[in-house]
């Protein structure tokens, strides 16, 4: 399973770190992602990161903003969260990529407003 | 970046009915389409992945069809658990997904 952590109120500008913890499968031979959900919207991809953390993807709206990383020896998915907008806010999910997305988190909640 | 567009945005059905939601891509993803079903308050759950493969656990009930840039996911007798929301997303070059399609009750 997959259990998000981190998520809450920040003011824009702010930072926030999510972690998505990892369990009863081999995290370390995954590829894994990060999507989120406004409310009551659609879903939109976030970022990519490879089995062993080398290979990283980002969607534009994040680039240079958002890190993703991972600890395999914790078994924890990381999105560093830099320069926060309001239009961050929404639920994000962690993902496992193996036949498309198919196991996802139960979602943390971000909100940034002042 | 490829666009993905659901059809209808809202559908209004029963239980018993057959229901169709399209998915269209803006090029051509051949076969590497995934739908997701998604109720209130929970994670999207994986129904179908390549387009047509059934995801282990998923009633066989539903049922994917297309390639290239057509897809439809089929539901052949709606049951009370199936009212959500459906979304389809393309991993054939990159990562997006439809805006979703609600399913409620008529």
């Known amino acids: 399973q997959l259990v998000e952590s981190g998520g809450g109120l920040v003011q824009p500008g702010g930072s926030l770190r999510l972690s998505c913890a990892a369990s009863e499968f081999s995290f370390r031979t995954f590829y894994m992602h990060w999507v989120r959900q406004v409310p009551g919207k659609g879903l939109v991809w976030v970022s990519r990161?490879?089995?062993?953390?080398?290979?990283?993807s980002y969607a534009d709206f994040v680039k240079g903003r958002f890190t993703i990383s991972r600890d395999n020896a914790r078994n924890i998915l990381y999105l560093q969260m830099d320069s926060l907008r309001a239009e961050d806010t929404a639920v994000y999910y962690c993902?496992?990529?193996?036949?498309?997305?198919?196991?996802w988190g139960q979602g943390t909640m971000v909100t940034v407003s002042s | 970046d490829i666009q993905m567009t659901q059809s209808p945005s809202t559908l209004s059905a029963s239980v018993g009915d057959r229901v169709t939601i399209t998915c269209r891509a803006s090029q051509n993803i051949h076969d590497w389409l995934a739908w997701y079903q998604q109720k209130p308050g929970e994670a999207p759950k994986l129904l179908i992945y390549?387009?047509?493969t059934l995801e282990g656990g998923v009633p066989s009930r539903f049922s994917g069809s297309g390639s290239g840039t057509d897809f439809t996911l089929t539901i052949s007798s709606l049951q009370p658990d199936d009212f959500a929301s459906y979304h389809c997303?393309?991993?054939?070059?990159?990562?997006?997904f439809g805006q979703g399609t609600k399913l409620e009750i008529k």
């Open positions: 993902a496992r990529y193996y036949d498309a997305f198919d196991l």
């Open positions: 390549k387009a047509s």
């Open positions: 997303q393309q991993y054939d070059t990159g990562f997006s």
């Open positions: 990161i490879s089995d062993d953390g080398t290979d990283k």
